[in-house]
């Protein structure tokens, strides 16, 4: 399955600001997601990054808040932007196996603050 | 709309206790179901995959098995150990359309030594 690297692991930052967060994968992958985990909940899809055009979102996310860019197949940043104490959750990016199974493979995660 | 409800909430056990997590899914038109790992504050490690033609799988002391009529998975872990303590996710992805997951709401597990 593919290996993820995702950075930041964690940080805390200051409410207004924004951060972004990078996920490299190891191989040419189609479907990349980000998905939303706040705190004591499941996850929540927040978009499907496409190569090559706009990420598409799910009900309740739009792209001022989340823009998502996906220059290549093996990298994408989701930013999120304008923060409040809301936004603190740990944030993942996932991919799809390319292969026949379609499992997924997640990153470790970004755990972020906002204060 | 496709929703995954996990039973219990929550375990406390004493090592070497066999247990059994419960995942069901009110749609059964699933294309396969995966179990995650999930430790505080981390990502999302892959316990096992399940394709909907599939009855079972088993990796080391894990078996899980799927009953997609019925809309239920469980995840059957032997011999628990202190090291297994972390929360367990199931999620399906359904069979035509996007290719989502649908998390279930977890299993928060605590094996005592």
């Known amino acids: 399955s593919a290996v993820i690297s995702q950075k930041p692991s964690r940080d805390i930052c200051q409410r207004g600001t924004s951060l972004t967060i990078q996920c490299q994968v190891d191989s040419q992958v189609t479907m990349m997601f980000w998905y939303r985990q706040q705190p004591g909940q499941s996850l929540t899809l927040i978009a499907t990054?496409?190569?090559?055009?706009?990420?598409?979102?799910e009900s309740g996310f739009v792209i001022d808040k989340f823009p998502i860019s996906r220059p290549n197949l093996t990298f994408s940043t989701l930013t999120v932007s304008n923060m409040s104490p809301e936004d603190s959750s740990i944030y993942l990016c996932s991919v799809a196996s390319s292969t026949r199974d379609y499992g997924y493979t997640f990153g470790s995660g970004t755990r972020l603050t906002v204060v | 709309k496709q929703e995954v409800t996990q039973i219990p909430a929550a375990l406390s056990v004493p090592e070497g206790e066999n247990l059994v997590l419960n995942c069901s899914f009110t749609?059964?038109?699933?294309?396969?179901l995966q179990w995650f790992r999930q430790d505080p504050g981390k990502g999302l490690t892959s316990l096992l995959l399940?394709?909907?033609?599939?009855r079972e799988q088993t990796s080391g002391r894990l078996n899980a098995s799927l009953d997609k009529s019925s809309g239920r998975s469980t995840l059957y872990i032997a011999a628990s150990q202190p090291g297994d303590s972390a929360t367990y996710l199931c999620?399906?992805?359904?069979?035509?359309?996007?290719?989502?997951?649908?998390f279930g709401t977890g299993t928060r597990l605590l094996v005592s030594p």
């Open positions: 749609d059964s038109a699933i294309y396969n």
């Open positions: 990054a496409n190569q090559g055009s706009e990420a598409t979102y």
């Open positions: 399940i394709q909907s033609s599939q």
């Open positions: 999620a399906v992805r359904r069979a035509t359309g996007f290719q989502k997951l649908v």
